[in-house]
């Protein structure tokens, strides 16, 4: 079974930054796709990055490209989201996933295992 804790969540103006980690344990996060989404008051959620197993590629959402960067730490078992130029409507809870397959993917449904969110609340 792998679980995930994100952290790095917080309050911040529009047009700063945040960085969010996850850390996975009970599987090596080189075995695993790990992405973050996000959900937002009243809204479903949404696909925000996706990373392969070794880390050398990356997936975004078009609202977030060019903004956030994904990455992963294999040796500390861990994936980041560094987000800047954030905007309001970045606000929403943001969740760490992780599957097993080997291809990368944009669905929620593809994902085995979650965190359990982290806040990130951007005031204009």
């Known amino acids: 079974q792998v679980q995930l804790v994100e952290s790095g969540g917080g309050l911040v103006q529009a047009g700063g930054s945040l960085r969010l980690s996850c850390a996975a344990s009970?599987?090596?996060?080189?075995?695993?796709?790990m992405g973050w989404f996000r959900q937002a008051p009243g809204k479903e959620r949404e696909f925000v990055a996706t990373?392969?197993?070794?880390?050398?590629?990356?997936y975004y959402a078009d609202s977030v490209k060019d903004r956030f960067t994904i990455s992963k730490d294999n040796a500390k078992n861990t994936v980041n989201l560094q987000m800047n130029s954030l905007k309001p409507e970045d606000t929403a809870v943001y969740y760490c996933?992780?599957?097993?397959?080997?291809?990368?993917?944009?669905?929620?449904?593809?994902?085995?295992?979650w965190g359990q969110g982290t806040q990130v609340t951007v005031s204009s």
């Open positions: 996933a992780a599957n097993a397959a080997v291809r990368l993917s944009t669905l929620s449904n593809d994902y085995d295992y």
């Open positions: 009970g599987r090596t996060s080189s075995s695993l796709v």
């Open positions: 990373i392969s197993r070794g880390g050398s590629t990356t």
